[in-house]
Antibody
Framework: EVQLVESGGGLVQPGGSLRLSCEVS????????IHWVRQAPGKGLVWVSR????????TYADSVKGRFTVSRDNAKNTLYLQMNSLRVEDTAVYYC????????????WGQGTRVTVST | DIQMTQSPSSLSASVGDRVIITCQAS??????LNWYQQKPGKAPKLLIF???NLETGVPSRFSGTGSGTDFTFTISSLQTEDLATYYC?????????FGPGTKVDIK
């Protein structure tokens, strides 16, 4: 069974940092692109970032560029999202999802991890 | 960024009804269009990829058509378990963008 399990969310003050993880199982992690998508409370889906299967290529939404860094450890079947200089508007549920290519057709998603940026 | 619009923003229909949702892109995206279903409190689920292809395991009452800028998503016979918000998403360009969603309620 394909599984993606996010963790690492929580409450952080503006300007703070968090590192999210996405641990996967049930498929060959090293052959899939992985994306992060977020959803603010009561709002729609917004794409955040993607990383190539071998970790050699990354792309970011303008809203997080320079603040967020996506990485992966294929030996541990785990994806990471390092989030620095967090803003109130980064408050959201963060989902990881897998796609077979650089196009963002997200075949499966994790259950999400909640990030709250507040004083 | 490519802007995606959806219509309607919400609808209420009876079990067995045919439900149609439209999605429009701000520029030509060929068939690089997906549809996702998000049930309350859950992660999204891929239903249709490349505008008209049914994802494995998805009931055949769901379908999609279109290319270029105009797309349609249809539920041929609404079921109670279809209560959800439906999103279109383009991946012709970066960043991939989602429509605002259509919330489907059961009367």
């Amino acid at each position: 069974e394909v599984q993606l399990v996010e963790s690492g969310g929580g409450l952080v003050q503006p300007g703070g940092s968090l590192r999210l993880s996405c641990e996967v199982s049930g498929f060959t992690f090293s052959t899939y692109w992985i994306h992060w998508v977020r959803q603010a409370p009561g709002k729609g889906l917004v794409w955040v970032s993607r990383i190539k299967s071998d970790g050699s290529y990354t792309t970011y939404a303008d809203s997080v560029k320079g603040r967020f860094t996506v990485s992966r450890d294929n030996a541990k079947n785990t994806l990471y999202l390092q989030m620095n200089s967090l803003r109130v508007e980064d408050t959201a549920v963060y989902y990881c999802g897998r796609s077979p290519s650089l196009g963002a057709t997200l075949l499966s998603w994790g259950q999400g991890t909640r990030v709250t940026v507040s004083t | 960024d490519i802007q995606m619009t959806q219509s309607p923003s919400s609808l209420s229909a009876s079990v067995g009804d045919r439900v149609i949702i439209t999605c429009q892109a701000s520029q030509d995206i060929s068939n690089y269009l997906n549809w996702y279903q998000q049930k309350p409190g859950k992660a999204p689920k891929l239903l249709i990829f490349d505008a008209s292809n049914l994802e494995t395991g998805v009931p055949s009452r769901f379908s999609g058509t279109g290319s270029g800028t105009d797309f349609t998503f249809t539920i041929s016979s609404l079921q109670t378990e279809d209560l959800a918000t439906y999103y279109c998403q383009q991946y012709n360009d970066v960043p991939p963008t989602f429509g605002p969603g259509t919330k489907v309620d059961i009367k």
